[in-house]
């Protein structure tokens, strides 16, 4: 009886240690760059506010009825994508930077609607994510007008679908890479817009400085960030508006 106890209770702290040290570890994230999101919370052209569940960031200028549910990639804060989509909002698109649960997307159940309901105005809705967020926005495509890959790409079969979906990966991907991006192209519809910025990186897709296994970009963050919003902004202007509500 007493080694069987004994037994129990060490097979107890294991657990409890490992549950301590994966929410340590899911709980230490890569912060945003503080000059990048305060020069969008300076941009008079943009508002801002966390609702909690998500940042939100909607044009104060005229609105297109379009926006994104965009969902970070594993333990990067939400805030560090605020500089990617700054032009995006500005010229006229909404964008929901979600929180996922424990700072990983896999954890999230939440659907689509949660995030949508941040901005009831928006009547054509795609979904996006940058890395593991770009996995997890796949298994959501069906429930979108539009499907945003940023140096990311699909587990998951949608290549049946009639989705629009715009693919952003950078050259110096050393996470997301070519090679990878191209043995999941398959799943993607064959009306997919695959776009390569050359030289860019893993971490060029955020600002929230170097990343752990990403190789070194070529060209300059700022540089890598305007070719990437051009790329958004372009597919963006052509989503067709929803024809009614889901």
Same mark, same amino acid.
């Given at each position: 009886?007493?080694?069987?106890? #004994? =037994?129990?209770? =060490? *097979?107890?702290?294991?657990?409890?240690?490992?549950?301590?040290? !994966?929410?340590?570890?899911?709980?230490? *994230?890569?912060? &945003?760059?503080?000059?990048a999101?305060?020069?969008? =919370?300076?941009?008079?052209?943009?508002?801002?506010?966390?609702?909690?569940?998500?940042?939100?960031?909607t @044009?104060?200028?005229?609105a297109?009825?379009? &926006?994104?549910? !965009?969902? @970070?990639?594993?333990?990067?804060?939400?805030? %560090?994508?605020?500089?990617?989509? #700054?032009?995006?909002?500005a010229?006229?698109?909404?964008?929901?930077? +979600?929180?996922?649960?424990?700072?990983?997307?896999?954890?999230?159940?939440?659907?689509?609607?949660? !995030?949508?309901?941040?901005?009831?105005?928006?009547? +054509? =809705?795609? *979904?996006? &994510?940058?890395?593991?967020? &770009? *996995?997890?926005?796949?298994?959501?495509?069906?429930?979108?007008?539009?499907?945003?890959?940023?140096?990311?790409?699909?587990?998951?079969? /949608?290549s #049946?679908?009639?989705?629009?979906?715009?693919? $952003?990966s950078?050259?110096?991907?050393?996470?997301?890479?070519?090679?990878?991006?191209d043995?999941?192209?398959?799943?993607?519809?064959?009306?997919?817009?695959?776009? $390569?910025v050359?030289g860019?990186?893993?971490?060029? !897709?955020?600002?929230?400085?170097?990343?752990?296994?990403?190789?070194?970009? +070529?060209?300059? #963050?700022? %540089?890598?960030?305007?070719?990437?919003?051009?790329? /958004?902004?372009?597919?963006?202007?052509?989503?067709?508006?929803? @024809?009614?509500?889901r």
């Amino acid at each position: 009886m007493n080694r069987a106890l #004994r =037994w129990t209770a =060490w *097979v107890v702290a294991v657990v409890v240690l490992v549950a301590v040290v !994966f929410l340590v570890w899911a709980n230490t *994230v890569m912060q &945003g760059t503080r000059s990048a999101a305060l020069a969008v =919370w300076r941009d008079d052209r943009v508002a801002v506010r966390d609702a909690g569940d998500s940042v939100v960031m909607t @044009p104060t200028g005229t609105a297109d009825g379009k &926006g994104i549910v !965009f969902i @970070p990639g594993a333990k990067v804060d939400p805030y %560090a994508y605020m500089a990617t989509f #700054r032009q995006v909002v500005a010229s006229g698109t909404t964008v929901v930077i +979600t929180k996922p649960t424990l700072h990983l997307a896999f954890f999230d159940t939440r659907p689509l609607s949660t !995030f949508e309901s941040h901005a009831p105005d928006v009547s +054509t =809705w795609a *979904v996006g &994510g940058h890395s593991l967020g &770009g *996995v997890r926005a796949c298994q959501l495509a069906q429930d979108a007008d539009g499907l945003l890959l940023l140096g990311s790409y699909c587990a998951n079969d /949608v290549s #049946r679908s009639y989705i629009s979906v715009l693919s $952003v990966s950078g050259s110096r991907d050393g996470l997301s890479t070519p090679a990878k991006v191209d043995a999941a192209r398959h799943l993607l519809p064959s009306t997919a817009t695959m776009t $390569v910025v050359r030289g860019a990186n893993h971490a060029d !897709f955020g600002a929230y400085g170097a990343q752990p296994g990403d190789r070194t970009a +070529t060209i300059s #963050r700022a %540089a890598a960030r305007d070719r990437i919003s051009d790329a /958004v902004e372009s597919w963006v202007s052509d989503l067709p508006p929803a @024809p009614g509500l889901r």
